[in-house]
């Protein structure tokens, strides 16, 4: 996949140990566009430093909600772009992926793809994924991992809940039966703390999602 085709969406917040390392990987497989959701670290002082444009959050609105913010924005400003791909800056999943997720997305001509972690950080991933694979045949939907074809963004990202992105957008897409494949990928360490907060909180937020996509 040529470079000009994808832009690589980078949501971060207090990643400053991290951002400029993702960013740097990640700009070898396309144009890269990260979202600060108004962090209070040195976040911004090293983009600034490094002189890497970014979107800035006048206020913190959350992860999900940054994703939506640079879709739209790529949508509105990228005219030859095919493929939008989105990655956290918390070090935990790595860009090298990216490359590889493109070409089996375009070789099974899938209209999504998901890096499916080879390993969860918690039991309330480990449920989501079996619960998701067993109703929707599909694994690991809040990986922060995914490639999106352009074509599908347009016709539904207006409907996505700027909560429940991870999980909403490939509900929907199930829906309107577009092809979603996954790849399994390794996983770093977290070099950040998580952005949901705590194990608790994040187990909270998790099964939340479950309900809302499984029961409602």
Excluded: W
């Excluded at 879709?71 to 990228?78: C, D, E």
Aim: hydrophobic share 40%; proline share 2%; charged share 30%.
């Amino acid at each position: 996949m040529r470079k000009n085709k994808i832009v690589i969406i980078i949501p971060c917040f207090n990643e400053g140990n991290t951002i400029y390392k993702i960013y740097k990987s990640a700009s070898r497989y396309g144009k890269v566009l990260i979202i600060d959701d108004c962090s209070s670290d040195n976040t911004k002082k090293i983009l600034n430093k490094k002189k890497i444009k970014f979107l800035k959050n006048n206020k913190n609105i959350g992860y999900e909600a940054s994703i939506i913010k640079g879709i739209k924005y790529v949508l509105k400003n990228f005219k030859y772009v095919k493929y939008v791909a989105t990655i956290d800056a918390d070090g935990e999943l790595l860009p090298k992926f990216i490359p590889i997720l493109s070409k089996n997305l375009i070789k099974a001509d899938l209209d999504i793809i998901i890096g499916s972690r080879n390993k969860m950080n918690r039991f309330s991933e480990a449920l989501l994924k079996f619960i998701f694979n067993l109703k929707f045949k599909i694994n690991d939907p809040i990986s922060g991992l995914k490639i999106y074809k352009i074509s599908v963004l347009r016709k539904i990202i207006n409907q996505i809940s700027n909560k429940l992105f991870l999980v909403d957008i490939i509900v929907i897409s199930y829906y309107y039966k577009f092809k979603i494949g996954s790849f399994k990928i390794k996983v770093d360490k977290r070099k950040e703390r998580a952005r949901v907060g705590g194990n608790f909180l994040t187990n909270i937020k998790i099964l939340k999602i479950i309900y809302h996509s499984v029961f409602i």
